[in-house]
Structures are given as C-alpha cells and as structure tokens.
C-alpha cells in the first residue's frame, strides 16, 4: 500500500462525456487516498478459424475480428483512520464514490437503455479510458460497532480498443550527480595503462582525482573515474618581520613553483646573514602554485 506524500501526483477516476473522449462536465472526479502498487495492462484479439486452408498440418490459419480489447487491473486501498482531513467513521463513504463508475445509467440518447459511465484513470503520464468491467471489494479491520475501516477494491476497466501509449519528445534522461561511469580495474591494471585504453593522456591527473596513493599497482576491481581531473591555481604570498632582543639579523629571499601531479621546480637564493650589535631581522618570502 503505496501512500501518497508530498508533492507525488495522486491517481483519479474521472467521468467521460458520451463519446468516451473528454471529462463530462459537472461529472465525478474521485481522487484514491493510495496510489496503486502497480498496474497490469492486458492486450487481446478475438480470433477466429478461417474456413479454408488444412487444420490437420496447421495452415489452417487465422484472421483478427474486430479492433480487440485492452483491460485494465488495478488495487486501491482506502483506510479511514489514516485520514488527515474530514475523516469518517465508515470507509464505504469513500469506496461508493468509487462504485459509482460501475452503477449502470440512463443513455443520454435512449432513456430504456443503461451502461455504465465511460471513466478515465489517470495517474501522472498514463491515460486509460474506458468503462469499469469488474471490481471487487474487501471490508477489513471492524471498529467496536461493527462499522468497517479499511477497504481493498480490485478495478477491472476496459476499452475496445488496443491502447497505444503516446510519448513526447525523446525521453532522454539527462545526466545526473552520482551517476558517474566508473571503470573497473583488471589483474595488473595501472592508472597509465587504464587512461590509455581510453586515450587519456594526464594520468597522474586522474590518480590524484581519485585518490589514488599507487597509480602503478591497481587491485582487481578498483573502480577509477577515467573522466576526472584536478587543475589547481593558487598563490600565496607571505611577509614576516621581526625585532628581537638578541643582536642577530638575518635576510632570506625564496621563489618556489609547482606545477600539480606533472612537475616541479623550485629556485632558492642562498640565504645571506649578518650579526649585528643592533637589533632587527627581517625574512619575506614568496609562493606560487599553479
């Protein structure tokens, strides 16, 4: 029992006019308190033997009478005491709005004659229009005075006709955050046979992407992202000085750059110091990382 929460679309059961093809206007409109589980289509073609061909060696064959049939089976679950609004003491109050798709009526154009409503179900994207064939009702769970609470009703709707759903657009699904392909490492991968299977070129890239401390040992089925990368940029720059009271002076000059997971280089000029009877120091460097 699927309950409806949220923003999630609700199922109707929605009253056709005459022609089976639009709401009827002013007709029931019954929203389920449950969405069904699921839902079970069924397709048939009457068939019937043609006269000529041999039935013995099974070239008899067959020919299609009519347009055939589509049904449709559903369960619907009601429940009094899971009520947030208006609740009742009985749930027959809300499953005869459900049986009223299946009570015959007046033809509109033939008063002698009765047939059911034409109904539609509709539940976000499917449409089935039909009229209500079969349904069977389930009375559980009796209060003290003997008033039934929860009820299962089994829906049987058909339509002669073969329904054919109708799509718009693609229907692609866009790619979305945690679905990443991964590639699975076999015995004796490493991340630079991997990336060029692939032909990635900046392996040490994807290995630190994904964390990896040996990119020339990979286990059996370590899965690898082949399409991540890490490109950093920053700079830093920093500035100290300092007075002490001991006479000691000294000067320090530094440039370092390093270029992440493919190369480094650094130059360091050699530090110069003097002592003096005074007192000061100072040291300032410089940092890059590209």
């Known amino acids: ?12 059961l929605i009253e056709l006019d005459p022609t089976f093809t639009n709401p009827k206007e002013g007709g029931k409109q019954v929203e389920v308190q449950f969405n069904p589980e699921s839902l079970k289509v069924t397709y048939a073609n009457e068939l019937k033997q043609s006269d000529g061909g041999d039935q013995a060696s099974g070239t008899g064959g067959r020919q299609f009478v009519g347009a055939g049939t589509t049904k449709l089976a559903l369960q619907l679950w009601f429940d009094v005491t899971a009520m947030e609004q208006d609740p009742v003491d009985d749930v027959r109050r809300l499953t005869e709005k459900v049986i009223f798709f299946m009570t015959p009526q007046k033809l509109a154009f033939d008063s002698k004659k009765l047939a059911p409503p034409g109904v539609r179900f509709s539940w976000g994207s499917f449409l089935f229009d039909g009229v209500v ?31 054919q759903a ?27 046979k991997m990336a060029a299977k692939n032909g990635k070129t900046d392996w040490q890239s994807i290995a630190a992407a994904n964390g990896i401390e040996d990119p020339l040992r990979l286990p059996a089925g370590q899965l690898l992202d082949l399409d991540a990368g890490i490109s950093l940029g920053a700079s830093a720059s920093l500035g100290v000085s300092a007075g002490v009271g001991a006479a000691l002076g000294a000067g320090v000059s530094t440039a370092v750059g390093v270029s992440a997971g493919v190369s480094a280089s650094a130059s360091v000029a050699t530090p110069s110091a003097s002592l003096n009877a005074s007192l000061g120091g100072g040291v300032s460097g410089s940092f890059a990382v590209n």
Request: charged residues 25%; positive net charge.
């Open 133 to 163: 064939e079969g349904l069977e009702q389930t009375l559980e769970f009796f209060s003290p005075a003997g008033k039934p609470l929860r009820a299962n009703i089994s829906l049987t709707l058909s339509q002669q006709k073969i329904l």
């Open 166 to 192: 109708k799509f718009k657009g693609e229907g692609k699904v866009p790619a979305q955050p945690g679905r990443t392909k991964l590639s699975s490492a076999k015995d004796g991968d490493s991340v630079p």
């Open 1 to 12: 029992m699927a309950e409806t929460t949220g923003g999630l679309k609700r199922a109707k």
